[in-house]
């Protein structure tokens, strides 16, 4: 496993995250159909896909591309029609702690404070009082949360919220982030500030993430590998391989051209998804 | 109620207490001219003297006998308001009791769901008030029959709301819990009941304010305490005033409940969203 230790002075081009690590999230023929009325629509069509260990993977695409029913598979929420996802050579059937999720909608618990959320997941493990104070008390500074520990998530922010959310998967200390859109909501400061504050714990925990997005930008800014989704059915169209030094620059030459050109493919299939949307509406 | 305005600003109160204070003036005027026979309708301020008279203890004060507060808690209003709130606490805690755990499960549980719903859509339509000759039949007269009155009043509202509230847990929270490892009993306790409370006390304050009608009534024909009692009991000796003030005071009973229900509220449910006040 390489630890992807990655400083501001860092300018030399790092090399994609290893692949010397092992592959974690193993993805093999997956398909997945759902039935809305009589009409069969194939989500997920002959998916594979290979996670290494530590590796920060971008799942990118239009509003029905698949994208968040692949990630849900891997969760275990949704099982595949066919295939398996196997998570460190167990295949995956529900979900489970040591896969941690973040959710567009934050899904905090709204009876518990910020504190309490965080701790359900070590309360569920089973840990000792005095442990669960600590680590709470530890990620609560790590997401710059001390001072909001004993309100209700009503009170909060959208960009507070997922940081509370973050703090609750990351208590799990599950070796794998899933995120689905976890920024989605938010404005573009808050959301920038939320990338980089994510990037700083990636690098300093080395977990493996799988993210969804459906910003360009902000895939190129947060991974190493973008997979770029096409529109029903769902397939992978290509896997785009981030090589450049993080931070990364939003005006440098090599992001622009990697952002045209991922542009150009996501609108191809944006065009699909619109087509068959007007389509829909004037068949009704 | 988002303006800040102050609720009680002399202005208000004022354009507040206009219309009660020409009706009292009007009833006075009505029952002092010798119109309407004073039996059938008594000036406020009989009812107002009355009503005192019901409060204040009934003898005087004898040191030798109890303390000065139980002297100045023994009057009549106070020993029937006391009697009609026990029954109602008693009775909702029995009826509430039952309803919440088997609404729990029937919302939890499709098949316990199908399994008592036919009987529960049975008896539901059926007003509490028509189980009195049941209740007199089989637990004769006294506190029994009213409790149990008072708990049919309040079991519906709270099951019905309770299995809503099951129903209706945002299924985001569930699948949240799911993924931090929340097995089936962690996640019915500290996941589906909170977030099922909102629903749960909704109903719970319909219970309360269906068992506080039953009392009335109950008291009226299966026991010869309280205020629904009292009230009856005033009519035989055809004092209206008496009648009067005691429908007040189970105006001021039925506020007390409801206000402390909304307390009680606002407390378990700060953290909800629909009550920043």
């Known amino acids: 496993m390489t630890p992807m230790l990655r400083t501001v002075a860092d300018t030399a081009p790092v090399a994609p995250v290893a692949d010397a690590a092992p592959v974690q999230i193993q993805v093999r023929g997956v398909e997945k159909t759902f039935a809305i009325g009589a009409q069969k629509i194939v989500a997920l069509q002959n998916i594979d896909l290979d996670i290494r260990k530590g590796e920060f993977v971008c799942l990118l695409g239009p509003s029905g591309c698949g994208k968040s029913t692949l990630l849900n598979a891997v969760a275990g929420f949704q099982p595949p029609t066919k295939g398996t996802v196997t998570v460190d050579g167990r295949i995956i059937t529900e979900p489970g702690p040591d896969r941690g999720m973040v959710f567009q909608e934050y899904a905090l618990f709204p009876w518990m404070t910020v504190a309490q959320n965080v701790a359900f997941g070590l309360e569920i493990k089973g840990m000792s009082k005095a442990e669960i104070a600590e680590k709470v008390e530890w990620l609560l500074q790590k997401l710059h949360l001390q001072d909001f520990r004993n309100r209700f998530p009503k009170d909060l922010s959208g960009g507070m919220r997922q940081r509370v959310a973050i703090a609750r998967v990351l208590a799990l200390d599950s070796p794998i982030l899933l995120m689905d859109e976890p920024f989605g909501a938010l404005d573009a400061l808050t959301r920038r500030t939320l990338q980089d504050e994510l990037l700083r714990i990636w690098e300093e925990v080395g977990k493996t993430i799988l993210f969804v997005t459906h910003s360009i930008e902000e895939s190129i800014y947060l991974a190493d590998r973008i997979i770029v989704m096409t529109y029903r059915p769902g397939t992978i169209k290509r896997d785009v391989v981030v090589d450049m030094p993080r931070p990364r620059d939003g005006s440098a030459p090599e992001f622009n051209r990697l952002k045209r050109e991922l542009s150009q493919m996501v609108m191809e299939e944006q065009q699909r998804f619109s087509q068959d949307e007007i389509r829909s509406v004037t068949a009704d | ?277």
């Not at chain 2, 029959?145 to 299995?163: D, S």
């Open chain 2, 1 to 277: 109620m988002s303006q800040a305005k102050p609720r009680f600003s002399p202005a208000a109160l004022l354009r507040g207490s206009l219309v009660p204070v020409l009706v009292i003036a009007l009833w006075q005027i009505l029952s002092t001219s010798g119109l309407i026979n004073p039996v059938v309708l008594p000036s406020p301020v009989q009812v107002v003297v009355r009503w005192w008279a019901y409060l204040l203890p009934t003898e005087a004060y004898d040191p030798a006998q109890s303390s000065w507060i139980l002297w100045a808690l023994s009057g009549e209003m106070l020993f029937d308001a006391w009697s009609s709130l026990y029954r109602v606490v008693l009775g909702f805690a029995v009826g509430a009791g039952l309803a919440l755990p088997l609404g729990l499960a029937m919302g939890g549980n499709p098949r316990i769901y199908a399994l008592f719903d036919p009987l529960m859509q049975v008896l539901r339509p059926i007003p509490p008030i028509a189980y009195i000759p049941l209740a007199i039949l089989w637990f004769g007269l006294g506190n029994a029959p009213a409790v149990f009155l008072i708990a049919i009043g309040a079991f519906f509202p709270v099951l019905m709301n309770t299995i809503a509230g099951v129903r209706h847990v945002d299924g985001i929270y569930l699948r949240a819990a799911r993924n931090l490892g929340a097995g089936k009993l962690t996640m019915f306790v500290r996941v589906i009941l909170p977030a099922a409370t909102p629903y749960i006390l909704a109903g719970a304050r319909i219970g309360i304010g269906t068992a506080f009608i039953v009392v009335i009534v109950s008291e009226m024909i299966a026991v010869n305490s309280g205020l629904g009692f009292r009230i009856l009991e005033a009519r035989e000796f055809m004092w209206s005033d008496k009648i009067i003030a005691g429908m007040f005071t189970i105006g001021l009973l039925g506020l007390a409940i409801d206000i402390g229900m909304n307390r009680l509220n606002n407390h378990l449910l700060r953290w909800h969203r629909g009550l920043e006040n």
